[in-house]
Structures are given as C-alpha cells and as structure tokens.
C-alpha cells in the first residue's frame, strides 16, 4: 500500500535551519509530482512547495521562496524540504503529499517549531 513517512522535524530557533525527509512506498516515486504542505494550528493547510518527477522543475508558496529548498531523491523514493532562516510563522505540522489515479495521499506529518 502507499506510504509516506516524514521525519527531521522538531524545535528550532528562529534563523535556524531543519531537513525534512519523505519516504514512499507503494507507487513508483520516480513517476510521481510531489509537495510538501503545512498545516498551523487553527489553520487550513497550504501548499508550500512542488517538485516535478524527475525535479527538473519546481515551485514555491510566496512566503518561503529563497529560504526553503525541495528537492527529490528517485533511487532512495525519498523527498527532501531544506529550510533556512526559518521564522516563528513557520511553525507547523509538515506533510508531503502524492496525487495518485485514485486520490491523494498523505503523510502522518512531522511537526516544526520555530521559537526562541
């Protein structure tokens, strides 16, 4: 079945950085656009970056353009988000996402909490 686990999340301060990691299974990852999305509390989730298939293209919420980075792995089926310089705002729960024929999938999430 199809799986996505996240993990790198935790607590950092503002102007740190963190990597998170996604991991697939289930569906062949390297044929497959993927996002990463975050959710804060009493927020509805939003989209923060895309990558096409083989990651020759890309694409960012305007609020994290310059400070966070995606990026994919397609021997490992493992999906990256760098973020630098992040910001208390960017404190969420981050998940990854894959948009198969029969619906979407999501990850557990991993939480990322920006504070001093």
């Known amino acids: 079945q199809v799986q996505l686990v996240e993990s790198g999340g935790g607590l950092v301060q503002p102007g740190g950085s963190l990597r998170l990691s996604c991991v697939a299974s289930g569906f062949t990852f390297r044929t497959y656009f993927m996002s990463w999305y975050r959710q804060a509390p009493g927020q509805e989730r939003e989209l923060v970056a895309g990558i096409t298939d083989a990651g020759g293209r890309t694409d960012y919420a305007d609020s994290v353009k310059g400070r966070f980075t995606i990026s994919r792995d397609n021997v490992k089926n493992t999906l990256y988000l760098q973020m630098n310089n992040l910001k208390p705002e960017d404190t969420a729960v981050y998940y990854c996402?894959?948009?198969?024929?029969?619906?979407?999938?999501w990850g557990q999430g991993t939480q990322v909490t920006v504070s001093s």
């Open positions: 996402k894959v948009t198969l024929l029969h619906g979407n999938y």
